[in-house]
């Protein structure tokens, strides 16, 4: 039971964490930055944890189901209704803050946009300051100034910094040499879905990403196995 504790590996480069570490850094500020300006400070301020918590998304893992686009406006638009009308009809207690974020999220499944950041700002909005509280449905302005302002950041920093973003749900994977008859019975994105589809569980992971990580898995196995047949060979003699 406990070797289920143990951290799984992150198979990045420091590079990439130091890539990430600047896009973390520097996003929120300007969406705070930028909400400041419009709402002033007090409203841009009570939104920064979300924020930071969708910029580690955005950034370190911008490969990500749970990263691209739809998910974070999406995602903060659902947060920000159900909050809003579970502080008009049951007022602003933990009670409605909770059910906020629980209702957020049955809507942010049913519109395919799960954004886990989006349920702390369901939390953070029922139970706002008193700043937030006086803009009451004009609240979602500054939401989706800040959703808006952060992915726009995360769409120039990745794309300068070479990390492709968003990623297309359409992207075909690499393509590979053929390796005889047996590539008709090859797994394809379809399987993969119909799969997570019976799994019935959350994977932060689209099914051309799978595909295409068996396929580099494939092209790999094919080459040790090439390698281990060359090495297995006798040598010829002068």
Same mark, same amino acid.
């Given at each position: 039971?406990?070797?289920?504790?143990?951290?799984?590996?992150?198979?990045?480069?420091?590079?990439?964490?130091?890539?990430?570490?600047?896009?973390?850094?520097?996003?929120?500020?300007?969406?705070?930055?930028?909400?400041?300006?419009?709402?002033?400070?007090?409203?841009?301020?009570?939104?920064?944890?979300?924020?930071?918590?969708?910029?580690?998304?955005?950034?370190?893992?911008?490969?990500?189901?749970?990263?691209?686009?739809?998910?974070?406006?999406?995602?903060?638009?659902?947060?920000?209704?159900?909050?809003?009308?579970?502080?008009?009809?049951?007022? %602003?207690? /933990? #009670?409605?803050?909770? &059910? !906020? =974020?629980?209702?957020? +999220?049955?809507?942010?499944?049913?519109?395919?946009? $799960?954004?886990?950041?989006?349920?702390?700002?369901?939390?953070?909005?029922?139970?706002?300051?008193?700043?937030?509280?006086?803009?009451?449905? %004009?609240? /979602? #302005?500054?939401?989706? &100034? !800040? =959703?808006?302002?952060? +992915?726009?950041?995360?769409?120039?920093?990745?794309? $300068?910094?070479?990390?492709?973003?968003?990623?297309?749900?359409?992207?075909?994977?690499?393509?590979?040499?053929?390796?005889?008859?047996?590539?008709?019975?090859?797994?394809?994105?379809?399987?993969?879905?119909?799969?997570?589809?019976?799994?019935?569980?959350?994977?932060?992971?689209?099914?051309?990403?799978?595909?295409?990580?068996?396929?580099?898995?494939?092209?790999?196995?094919?080459?040790?196995?090439?390698?281990?047949?060359?090495?297995?060979?006798?040598?010829?003699?002068?």
């Amino acid at each position: 039971m406990f070797t289920r504790w143990k951290p799984a590996a992150i198979n990045t480069r420091p590079l990439e964490w130091s890539r990430a570490a600047i896009g973390v850094a520097l996003g929120p500020l300007f969406s705070v930055w930028l909400c400041a300006k419009v709402f002033g400070m007090p409203v841009a301020l009570h939104l920064i944890g979300p924020l930071g918590a969708s910029a580690v998304l955005l950034f370190a893992v911008s490969s990500g189901a749970l990263a691209q686009p739809w998910s974070i406006l999406g995602g903060y638009l659902c947060a920000a209704v159900m909050a809003l009308l579970a502080a008009h009809f049951l007022g %602003r207690s /933990l #009670g409605s803050a909770g &059910l !906020a =974020a629980g209702t957020a +999220l049955v809507l942010m499944c049913w519109l395919r946009c $799960l954004h886990p950041p989006a349920g702390a700002l369901a939390l953070t909005l029922v139970l706002a300051d008193p700043a937030s509280v006086a803009l009451d449905w %004009r609240e /979602l #302005g500054p939401v989706m &100034l !800040a =959703a808006a302002s952060l +992915l726009a950041s995360a769409l120039v920093y990745n794309n $300068l910094t070479r990390t492709r973003y968003p990623k297309g749900p359409g992207e075909p994977p690499a393509v590979l040499a053929p390796a005889g008859p047996s590539d008709s019975l090859a797994i394809t994105a379809v399987d993969l879905k119909r799969a997570l589809e019976e799994m019935e569980e959350f994977f932060d992971v689209t099914p051309e990403d799978l595909e295409q990580l068996i396929h580099a898995s494939e092209a790999h196995a094919r080459r040790r196995s090439i390698g281990q047949v060359l090495s297995s060979a006798p040598q010829s003699r002068p």
